[in-house]
T-cell receptor, first 115, second 113 residues
Framework: GQQVMQIPQYQHVQEGEDFTTYCNSS?????IQWYKQRPGGHPVFLIQ?????EVKKQKRLTFQFGEAKKNSSLHITATQTTDVGTYFC???????????????FGQGTILTVHP | NAGVTQTPKFRILKIGQSMTLQCAQD?????MYWYRQDPGMGLKLIYY???????DKGEVPNGYNVSRSTTEDFPLRLELAAPSQTSVYFC????????????FGQGTRLTVV
């Protein structure tokens, strides 16, 4: 079945440094979503990318969807302590047809930020 | 806006006991899901529902059952709890079937001893 891999598993940065997490799918994705989970919290939707090569920005966060629609990345510029948490990518479990909103999640990247 | 509400937040079960995790949403979403999250792992889909009366298995359904008698409620039943079911359980809902934003509940942390 489809696999979604994320690297790195952990990232420790000093406040102000940049951070990037990468997501790779074993199959072509119709779209990819990114979620953030604060420690002890629940996943919260950040963004959805649909088009090949798409780039979207949210303040200090930049999201990219690969040309082949099998990989994606999230880049945070100048991290802040409020960025602490686990970042997940997720995509539909099947390449075609209706997914009914089901998602296959990557393992997540745990980000810690040292002030 | 309550969104997705899960109860209880924490529970300790003994091996062999049963329990129901409650989930309710007030957004009139047809699509609802149960995921489990184990340490260092992403979320894995247990069961999902596309509307009242319609449910189907996800990736890891063994040991669980669900029902969907109303649009709002999607309870998850654990029969004969096992230590392997120690996990954090998240209920989620989405507005459409086309992989749009999923709204998650606060989670239930379950320990089976």
């Amino acid at each position: 079945g489809q696999q979604v891999m994320q690297i790195p598993q952990y990232q420790h940065v000093q406040e102000g440094e940049d951070f990037t997490t990468y997501c790779n799918s074993s199959t072509t994705l119709s779209n990819i979503q990114w979620y953030k989970q604060r420690p002890g919290g629940h996943p919260v939707f950040l963004i959805q990318l649909v088009k090949s090569g798409e780039v979207k920005k949210q303040k200090r966060l930049t999201f990219q969807f690969g040309e082949a629609k099998k990989n994606s990345s999230l880049h945070i510029t100048a991290t802040q302590t409020t960025d602490v948490g686990t970042y997940f990518c997720a995509g539909p479990p099947t390449a075609g047809g209706t997914s009914y909103g089901k998602l296959t999640f990557g393992q997540g990247t745990i980000l810690t930020v040292h002030p | 806006n309550a969104g997705v509400t899960q109860t209880p937040k924490f529970r300790i079960l003994k091996i062999g006991q049963s329990m129901t995790l409650q989930c309710a949403q007030d957004m009139n979403h047809n699509y609802m899901y149960w995921y489990r999250q184990d340490p260092g792992m992403g979320l894995k889909l247990i069961y999902y529902s596309v509307g009242a009366g319609i449910t189907d298995k996800g990736e890891v359904p063994n040991g669980y059952n669900v029902s969907r008698s109303t649009t709002e409620d999607f309870p998850l039943r654990l029969e004969l709890a096992a230590p392997s079911q120690t996990s954090v359980y998240f209920c989620a809902s989405s507005r459409t079937q086309h992989s749009t934003e999923a709204f998650f509940g606060q989670g239930t942390r379950l320990t089976v001893v």
